[in-house]
T-cell receptor
Framework: KAGVTQTPRYLIKTRGQQVTLSCSPISGHRSVSWYQQTPGQGLQFLFEYFSETQRNKGNFPGRFSGRQFSNSRSEMNVSTLELGDSALYLC???????????????FGPGTRLTVL | AQSVTQLDSHVSVSEGTPVLLRCNYSSSYSPSLFWYVQHPNKGLQLLLKYTSAATLVKGINGFEAEFKKSETSFHLTKPSAHMSDAAEYFCVVSDDQAGTALIFGKGTTLSVSS
């Protein structure tokens, strides 16, 4: 069974631009969550989608948005990029939504975003 | 509110010696607790999880953790370290009743010397 895949793996953008990251979950998984990992803040939850609906959202500005398609693939968009958005963005998929007992998340390798 | 504190940012051990990575948590309800490992340039991999079944949880690669409610701790141990264990380890809490997201600790970097 293929794991979680994220594209692209590396991305360089400049301030003010926007970016879209993609995540393909494990086949059959309907929950996709996004996380931002930085050296200073560690791993922080961005949002979760389940069956095309956003279920949870972390404490991030509205510049960060996402969506999920009917095939469970998810995209994350960041508009008006700032230098502080440079981070590793991780996607995780699971069979059941976050907060469900025995929920187990499988992580992708991440997309390394650098904002210049 | 939930929180998780990893008490050591960096732990160094010699190959063949025991590993102890410490984690304390705070949760309003009965939490689910996890340990994840992240190798350089890789995603996170689940080592083990506690979901109120047995307090001693066995995971992959010889790791185990014990849930101690009285101490609000969930320390990760391994009897004998291997060079391949060198990585960053994250203790994670999930509040099932509140249905909230995973809360990650700041991470502990484990170094293993030969």
């Amino acid at each position: 069974k293929a794991g979680v895949t994220q594209t692209p793996r590396y991305l360089i953008k400049t301030r003010g631009q926007q970016v879209t990251l993609s995540c393909s979950p494990i086949s059959g998984h309907r929950s996709v969550s996004w996380y931002q990992q930085t050296p200073g803040q560690g791993l922080q939850f961005l949002f979760e989608y389940f069956s095309e609906t956003q279920r949870n959202k972390g404490n991030f500005p509205g510049r960060f948005s996402g969506r999920q398609f009917s095939n469970s693939r998810s995209e994350m968009n960041v508009s008006t990029l700032e230098l502080g958005d440079s981070a590793l963005y991780l996607c995780a998929s699971s069979l059941v939504p976050l907060g469900t007992s025995y929920n187990e998340q499988f992580f992708g390798p991440g997309t390394r975003l650098t904002v210049l | 509110a939930q929180s998780v504190t990893q008490l050591d940012s960096h732990v160094s051990v010699s190959e063949g010696t025991p590993v102890l990575l410490r984690c304390n948590y705070s949760s309003s309800y009965s939490p689910s607790l996890f340990w994840y490992v992240q190798h350089p340039n890789k995603g996170l991999q689940l080592l083990l999880k506690y979901t109120s079944a047995a307090t001693l949880v066995k995971g992959i690669n010889g790791f185990e953790a014990e849930f101690k409610k009285s101490e609000t701790s969930f320390h990760l141990t391994k009897p004998s370290a291997h060079m391949s264990d060198a990585a960053e380890y994250f203790c994670v809490v999930s509040d099932d009743q509140a249905g909230t997201a995973l809360i990650f600790g700041k991470g502990t970097t484990l170094s293993v010397s030969s």
